[in-house]
């Protein structure tokens, strides 16, 4: 079993720039969660989805930000147009159950 | 929905004393409490989980203690070691679907040699 998967593990961007993190969860695991770690508001929930399904987006930010599930072994999380203060790190995790594992993260730098 | 409060949010101690992280939830439906660890630059890993139908729940050097009446529960680290540094996160989720837990804050636990 690889884990979950996220890519890329670091993405320096400028401001203005579209920006797009990828998971792959898994195999078997039926929910997906997009998660945005700072110091100043720790884990940060933003999005989950039931097989394939989104089911909450409440904790998405703001428009910029979007996700999408096209299958169960792939997840995006997108924002267009990328701020500074989106800068942060951004996990993926997958769950069957009570079996919850994290991606290694994506630590994004929008300069 | 559920809130969970987590102190202190940083924790300093010698090599071989205790620490102890302690948690509070508000939604008395809760019924699953993980703990997760994060070292340094890596992903959030579980190290031990308490059900409500039991009080207390010890694996080596770690325990959990939960009081649902309080509504909180506790992470209990004995004889700590320089490698248990790390930010710690509760958790506390309610049954049905797939245990989405909702996070404390996390405390930055440093142990010093």
Redo the contacts between chains.
């Keep these: 079993d690889a884990g979950v998967i996220q890519s890329p593990r670091h993405e320096v961007t400028e401001m203005g720039q579209e920006v797009t993190l990828r998971c792959k969860p898994i195999s078997g695991h ?2 997906l ?1 997009w998660y945005r770690q700072t110091m100043m508001r ?2 940060e ?1 933003l999005i ?1 989805f ?1 097989n394939n399904v989104p089911i909450d987006d409440s904790g998405m930010p703001e428009d910029r930000f979007s996700a999408k599930m096209p299958n169960a072994s792939f997840s995006t999380l997108k924002i267009q147009p990328s701020e500074p203060r989106d800068s942060a790190v951004y ?1 993926c995790a997958s ?4 079996r ?1 594992t ?4 994506t630590r994004l730098t929008v300069v | 929905g559920e809130n969970v409060e987590q102190h202190p949010s940083t924790l300093s101690v010698q090599e071989g004393d205790s620490a102890v992280i302690k948690c509070t939830y508000s939604d008395s439906a809760s019924n699953y409490f993980p703990w997760y660890k994060q070292e340094l630059g890596k992903r959030p890993q579980l190290i031990i989980d308490i059900r409500s139908n039991v009080g207390e729940k010890k694996d080596q050097r770690i325990a959990v203690t939960l009081n649902k009446t309080a509504k909180h529960f506790s992470l209990h680290i004995t004889e700590t070691q320089p490698e248990d540094s790390a930010v710690y996160f509760c958790a506390a989720s309610k049954p049905g679907g797939s245990y989405i837990p909702t996070f404390g804050r996390g405390t930055s636990l440093i142990v010093h040699p």
Excluded: E, I, T
Aim: glycine share 22%.
């Design positions: 039926d929910y969660f720790g884990l929930l989950y039931n996990f769950s069957l159950g009570q919850y994290f991606g290694s993260g």
